[in-house]
T-cell receptor
Framework: NAGVTQTPKFQVLKTGQSMTLQCAQDMNHNSMYWYRQDPGMGLRLIYYSASEGTTDKGEVPNGYNVSRLNKREFSLRLESAAPSQTSVYFC???????????FGPGTRLLVL | GENVEQHPSTLSVQEGDSAVIKCTYSDSASNYFPWYKQELGKRPQLIIDIRSNVGEKKDQRIAVTLNKTAKHFSLHITETQPEDSAVYFCAATRHPGYALNFGKGTSLLVTP
């Protein structure tokens, strides 16, 4: 039982490049989330998916797109990376009786 | 939307002392208040949570109190140990399983 996994762990991009961050969970959770974490800013919600086939914008969605590929997987895409998107990205999922939200190990992204 | 404020941003205590972190929230419909601990370079991990039908909850050295009338909740750590050193985040949301609205975090340092 791996919980929430994310790939890659670390990535360096040049301005304008695109990339997709992958997230998967094996806990049979319905809800999945993408957050970004910046120093002094806490965790801010980018997008979330309450169930397979649905996605909704969070607090900071500009410059990102998401895909809920199936119940297990929720990917985050940067179409044209900008230095302001340098951050640590966390995927999370929630479900079960208590709906506890569990986080993945994070992806550190540096945009030059 | 929900706005969660957290204080202090940094807290330094001596081993064995108590530490208190306070949060306020703006949405009176919020009913679920988790606390996460994040060690350096690691993912946030849930340490305790409280729901609006409960005023206080304890788990060994950790306790959380909730005042719905005043819209604030607090984390209390007693008999602090060096391994308690981490960043702590409070969060609020209307329902477990919904996206979390995080405070900006408190960096706790416990010195031997």
């Amino acid at each position: 039982n791996a919980g929430v996994t994310q790939t890659p762990k670390f990535q360096v991009l040049k301005t304008g490049q695109s990339m997709t961050l992958q997230c998967a969970q094996d806990m049979n959770h319905n809800s999945m989330y993408w957050y970004r974490q910046d120093p002094g800013m806490g965790l801010r919600l980018i997008y979330y998916s309450a169930s397979e086939g649905t996605t909704d914008k969070g607090e900071v969605p500009n410059g990102y797109n998401v895909s809920r590929l199936n119940k297990r997987e929720f990917s985050l895409r940067l179409e044209s990376a900008a230095p302001s998107q340098t951050s640590v990205y966390f995927c999370a999922s929630s479900g079960g009786a208590r709906e506890t939200q569990y986080f993945g190990p994070g992806t550190r992204l540096l945009v030059l | 939307g929900e706005n969660v404020e957290q204080h202090p941003s940094t807290l330094s205590v001596q081993e064995g002392d108590s530490a208190v972190i306070k949060c306020t929230y703006s949405d009176s419909a919020s009913n679920y208040f988790p606390w996460y601990k994040q060690e350096l370079g690691k993912r946030p991990q849930l340490i305790i949570d409280i729901r609006s039908n409960v005023g206080e909850k304890k788990d060994q050295r950790i306790a959380v109190t909730l005042n719905k009338t005043a819209k604030h909740f607090s984390l209390h750590i007693t008999e602090t140990q060096p391994e308690d050193s981490a960043v702590y985040f409070c969060a609020a949301t209307r329902h477990p399983g919904y996206a979390l609205n995080f405070g900006k975090g408190t960096s706790l340092l416990v010195t031997p």
